[in-house]
Structures are given as C-alpha cells and as structure tokens.
C-alpha cells in the first residue's frame, strides 16, 4: 500500500505540473546534492536563430544555407530547425536531398545533385582533420554561439552561427540549489565556448562539453562514483540513458517521448525552477515518515 503522505504529495506534485513516475526514484530526491542539466532545451530555450553565416570557399552564403537547409529538413535536431527557418526566411529553397542520415551528436549527412554533403559540427572537423583556424568563425565561437559547418565533397565550405537564448528561470534555479547546498553541473554535446558561456552566465559549478550522446551517461557515472546522489534534468533522445543511470531522472515536459519515458519525474511546464521544488517535496514528504 501507498503510505498516505506519500499519495497526498503525489497530487499536490501533480497540481504543480510535477508528474512522479517513479516513486523510490522520488524519495531519493531528498537526498540530491548534484544536479546535471542538459544544455539545450532544458538551461536554454533551444530555440535556434541562425546570425552569421561565413562563406569558407567557393560558395556564398545562400548556396551555403541552400544545402544546409535541404539536409536539416531531414533532422528533428533543434539547430536544424533554426537553419530551415533561416532559409524560408530569405526565400531560398532548399536543394533536393538523394540520402540523408542523422550522425547522432555530430550533425547530418546526405547526397546533393551528386555531392556527398555534411553540415557537422567543430568537433567532427577536428577528429577528421578538416578543422581550420578563421578569425571570423573565432569570433562567433568567442560570442557563445553554436557553430556548424558545410562540408561539400570533403571540402570545408562555410560556416553557421546560431544563437541560443538562456531561460530566464535558469538563473534562478542555480541560485537556490546553490542555497540548499547542491551543486548544478551542465552536460552538452555542444562546443566548450559556448559551454562556458552558459557556464559563466548562470554561475554553475561545473560543466561537460563536447560529449557525445553515449558519453552523457558515463559523465553522470562519474559523479556517482565520487559519492554524489545524481539529479540528471534533460529534454532530448541523447539524454535517456543519462537520466536512467542518474538516481533521479528528471524530463522537461516539452521533451522528446524518448526522454520522457526514460525519466523518473517529468517537470510539466518546463520550468528548471521545479526542480527545487520536486526535491522541496521529496524532503517534505520522506521527512514526515521518519
Ligand atoms: P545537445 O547536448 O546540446 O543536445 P547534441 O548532442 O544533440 O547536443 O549535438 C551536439 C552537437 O552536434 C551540436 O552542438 C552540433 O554541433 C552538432 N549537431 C547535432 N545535430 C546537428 C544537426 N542536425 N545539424 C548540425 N549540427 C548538429
Ligand atoms: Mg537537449
């Protein structure tokens, strides 16, 4: 049987917009001294604008968004949501794309009129050795943006910039952790720029870029190991197996289906704010019991 208070939280949760999926996974809430957020989507709005775009060869900057745009049709990712509009934006129409595959936390890739075409990010250019140094493309790292690349038939091309925006709540959320003795860590598969930005903007503890999606759970492992009781908060497909290994796995509402079934507690409204006030709850309701 469910003990009263416990069922009693249950709903008063369920009135905040804080659905408890699982419930041994909810009373070790109230022992958290951790909590890992995801980057995009979850700190951040994960609503992309594209800002720059930075001609690297032979193409201009509407060939180039031409053939970014064509491959990100095919991505569910939010940076290819932010290319997509940028084209439709400026009235160009995409080329048509033969094949296309999504490189999970890397970028996309397909076949154009012919052309084996990427749009990747700077990670995937440095393991591949395509990676060259550009003071424009320095500069957009150096503002905290999210920058991708085109790569046409092996050659660097050009370059993307998108801006992100940070929650408003966001702040707020690492301020009172900070209050209750918790730590706020940040994982992305993002560049380490734009991390640190973020990082630096919301006075976080720590951050992990550049992981890959696989990486995500081993950071959260990591931290386990050293002793800490693991909040992971995500929204994405990436983030389900970080938020199964953490002790509590914790899905914004607006999140992928993936990330929500994977998730001990999902947050409704999308607020990172509700995590204090799950384990608020989680200490309110296994205190009276004891
Ligand atoms: P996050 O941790 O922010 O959810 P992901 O693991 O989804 O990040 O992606 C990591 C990086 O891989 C992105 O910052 C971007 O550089 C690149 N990437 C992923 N998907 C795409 C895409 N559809 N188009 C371009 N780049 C992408
Ligand atoms: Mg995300």
Do not use: C
């Amino acid at each position: 049987a469910v003990p009263l208070v416990v069922s009693v939280s249950t709903s008063i949760s369920a009135e905040k917009g804080i659905l408890i999926r699982n419930r041994e996974a909810f009373e070790r809430a109230k022992d958290v001294d951790v909590v890992v957020f995801d980057k995009t989507g979850t700190l951040t709005e994960g609503k992309f604008e594209v800002t720059d775009v930075i001609p690297l060869d032979e193409l201009g900057e509407e060939e180039i968004l031409k053939y970014a745009a064509a491959l990100e049709s095919h991505s569910s990712h939010p940076i290819a949501q932010g290319v997509v509009e940028k084209a439709r934006e400026l009235g160009l129409k995409p080329y048509d794309v033969d094949e296309s595959k999504v490189i999970p936390g890397k970028g996309v890739q397909g076949v154009i009129n012919g052309r084996e075409v990427l749009v990747v990010s700077p990670g995937f250019l440095k393991e591949n050795g395509l990676w060259k140094e550009d003071e424009r493309v320095n500069r957009v790292l150096e503002q905290g943006k999210t920058v991708i690349f085109l790569v046409v038939d092996g050659k660097l091309a050009g370059a993307m910039a998108l801006a992100d925006r940070i929650r408003p709540e966001s702040r707020e959320a690492v301020k009172r952790l900070h209050e209750m003795g918790i730590r706020a860590y940040m994982l992305t598969g993002d560049n380490a720029k734009v991390a640190k930005w973020v990082a630096e903007e919301l006075g976080l503890d720590g951050f992990f870029a550049e992981v890959l999606p696989h990486q995500k759970s081993e950071k959260v492992k990591e931290l386990q190991e050293q002793g800490y009781t693991v909040a992971m908060v995500g929204d994405g497909i990436n983030d389900a197996p970080a938020l199964i290994q953490a002790d509590v796995g914790i899905a914004i509402g607006a999140g992928t289906d993936v990330a929500i079934e994977s998730a001990d507690i999902i947050l409704v409204k999308n607020d990172p704010r509700d995590v204090i006030t799950a384990i608020h709850l989680a200490r309110a309701t296994y205190r009276k019991m004891v």
